[in-house]
């Protein structure tokens, strides 16, 4: 029900810093809980950070907590991840999602969201 583009994904060295984007489409209306989300090769994707669509509910992965901001621009559907004092463990496939709003998950997983983007490589060297 909603198509979502990332940008932004790139090199960089350890201790830099990238902020990548993902905007939304094909329903102007409907608010959507969104997350990012990642993947390193041979590894299982996992959370990093998710906002609901009002703003009132932020969740982070712990590793990546004071380091990385999620944040929205409702007039543009998008939604940001500003990526701080990155280290080369942060390297992988970095992936948004979304689902509609108005419910809740004990346990943030790939499987609670219904629409992902293409992905944008993020790549840290030491």
């Known amino acids: 029900q909603v198509q979502l583009v990332e940008s932004g994904g790139g090199l960089v060295q350890a201790g830099g810093s990238l902020s990548l984007s993902c905007t939304a489409s094909g329903d102007t209306f409907t608010r959507y809980t969104m997350a990012w989300f990642r993947q390193a090769p041979g590894k299982e994707r996992e959370f990093v950070a998710q906002i609901n669509w009002t703003g009132n509910s932020i969740h982070y992965t712990e590793p990546v907590k004071g380091r990385f901001t999620i944040s929205r621009d409702d007039a543009k559907n998008t939604v940001y991840l500003q990526m701080n004092s990155l280290k080369p463990e942060d390297t992988a496939v970095y992936y948004c999602?979304?689902?509609?709003?108005?419910?809740?998950?004990?346990?943030?997983?790939?499987?609670?969201?219904?629409?992902w983007g293409q992905g944008t490589q993020v790549t840290v060297s030491s």
């Open positions: 999602a979304a689902r509609l709003s108005g419910y809740t998950v004990e346990v943030i997983t790939p499987s609670t969201y219904n629409s």
